[in-house]
């Protein structure tokens, strides 16, 4: 592993540590994976511009949600009909951590604005520039904890 994706990782556990948040952006880690995953984010999802998937998603991505199908397409429907159900809702990357092909974003989702929301962890594996397999955790957010501690370290 390069000293600079070292310190990059090591930069994002230890913010992750300490509670701050976006230690290391994709444009700082000059990681290709991260770049494309982050411009996915930005682009696809965030942006709403699902005509662009096919920059992003292999034709044949593997799904590791067991709610959704394989492939692009699958993606494009899911996504499209998600947005018309949920037209507020709303993404925050709060970290994202990567190493060679596989990248990890933890993502703060409210369905609608004041919502407590869900902390999702995405994972995407990135091939020859595109993402070709992705799995997801997520739990919904709680009032309160046990530990008195927030899932989302910025809050």
């Known amino acids: 592993m390069a000293i600079s994706r070292r310190r990059a990782i090591l930069a994002s556990l230890v913010a992750g540590l300490l509670g701050l948040t ?65 037209p507020e809702v709303q993404f925050n990357v709060v970290r994202s951590i990567s190493d060679g092909t596989m990248v990890w974003e933890h993502v703060h989702v409210q369905l609608k604005p004041g919502d407590l929301g869900v902390a999702v962890v995405d994972i995407f594996r990135v091939e020859d520039g595109l993402i070709v397999e992705h799995w997801d955790v997520l739990q919904p957010i709680p009032e309160a904890s046990a530990s008195g501690n927030h899932m989302i370290l910025d809050q």
């Open 22 to 86: 976006n230690a290391v952006s994709a444009e700082e880690s000059k990681d290709p994976a991260a770049q494309l995953v982050h411009d996915y984010m930005e682009v696809v999802i965030k942006g709403r511009q699902f005509d662009r998937i096919d920059e992003f998603v292999a034709e044949d991505m593997v799904q590791r949600n067991p709610n959704l199908p394989n492939g692009r397409e699958a993606l494009k429907q899911f996504w499209e009909g998600f947005m018309e159900t949920n």
